[in-house]
């Protein structure tokens, strides 16, 4: 399946985790709205919250399965030499920048906004924005485009 290529976006393990948000990021990107893009370390994270919330290993396995089948262009690849070169409040976040970097994603949709500083992601032409910003300016674009076509 290929995505629209206006947004790529990496979506960080706590805007994944939330089923609701989940949902709708991926309902989204189904419809080609935007490309989503998410790591192993992203994933690794996502399936230890959900067995801490109680959610079966095989279970978690299965979820994330479904969300690489389902978006087979989305898992970056070859990223991990990036994250010791990179500098960031939580080092724990290096991964996330790391794999936004390497797809040449447009935004990272985190919902710790304090953790990727805006003078950082200036320098990888990046951005940051919260799920509820991100997915009202693709509705925004969407209805911008539909009128004007």
Do not use: C
Not at 55 to 69: F, G, H, L, Q
Not at 107 to 129: A, Q, T
Request: hydrophobic share 40%; aromatic share 12%; no cysteine.
């Amino acid at each position: 399946m290929i995505h629209s290529v206006r947004f790529t976006a990496v979506l960080d393990t706590n805007v994944i985790y939330p089923v609701i948000i989940r949902d709708l990021l991926f309902w989204f990107a189904y419809y080609d709205m935007y490309t989503p893009k998410w790591s192993s370390h992203i994933f690794d994270e996502w399936k230890d919250v959900m067995q801490r919330k109680g959610i079966s290993p095989e279970e978690s396995e299965k979820r994330v399965r479904n969300a690489n089948i389902a978006f087979p262009d989305a898992l970056v690849q070859h990223y991990e030499s990036l994250i010791e070169h990179l500098e960031l409040p939580d080092e724990n976040d290096r991964h996330v920048l790391a794999a936004a970097i390497k797809t040449y994603a447009h935004v990272i949709v985190s919902n710790n906004i304090k953790d990727f500083p805006e003078d950082v992601l200036d320098k990888y032409g990046l951005k940051i924005k919260t799920p509820d910003d991100f997915l009202t300016d693709i509705i925004d674009l969407t209805q911008l485009e539909n009128q004007q076509s």
